[in-house]
Nanobody, 129 residues
Framework: VQLVESGGGLVQTGGSLRLSCAASGFTLDDYAIGWFRQAPGKEREAVSCISSRQRRDGGTYYADSVKGRFAISKDNVKKTVYLQMNDLKPEDTAVYYC????????????????????RGQGTQVTVSS
């Protein structure tokens, strides 16, 4: 089982990035996948989550801080979850991680602070002002 994030980088305020989370070793659509971020000296923040195929709850969740700017999606053929980030702000600067819901906490739990089990190594996003 492996999750590998990519796509981070340095952008100016107002810029865009698309993060990718490549999954292997399990069927992507069987589990919810979440993105969270951690900045130095700050608490971990759940950013977004996309439900598994078993859930019929609308599928996507966002933190208030990113709603309307970020969009999560997945490609089951490529076994990849994406996080499109638009209108980036300096406060979005953090290491971004994706994680898989192997304990079946579901997106509602993840967005409420319950961490998912598996996670990748993270990708750095830096937004300059």
């Amino acid at each position: 089982v492996q999750l590998v994030e990519s796509g981070g980088g340095l952008v100016q305020t107002g810029g865009s990035l698309r993060l990718s989370c490549a999954a292997s070793g399990f069927t992507l659509d069987d589990y919810a996948i979440g993105w969270f971020r951690q900045a130095p000296g700050k608490e971990r923040e759940a950013v977004s989550c996309i439900s598994s195929r078993q859930r019929r709850d609308g599928g996507t969740y966002y933190a208030d801080s990113v709603k309307g700017r970020f969009a999560i999606s997945k490609d089951n053929v490529k076994k990849t979850v994406y996080l499109q980030m638009n209108d980036l702000k300096p406060e979005d600067t953090a290491v971004y991680y994706c994680a898989a819901d192997f304990s079946l906490s579901y997106c509602s739990g993840f967005m409420g602070g319950i961490p998912f089990d598996g996670r990748g190594q993270g990708t750095q996003v830096t937004v300059s002002s």
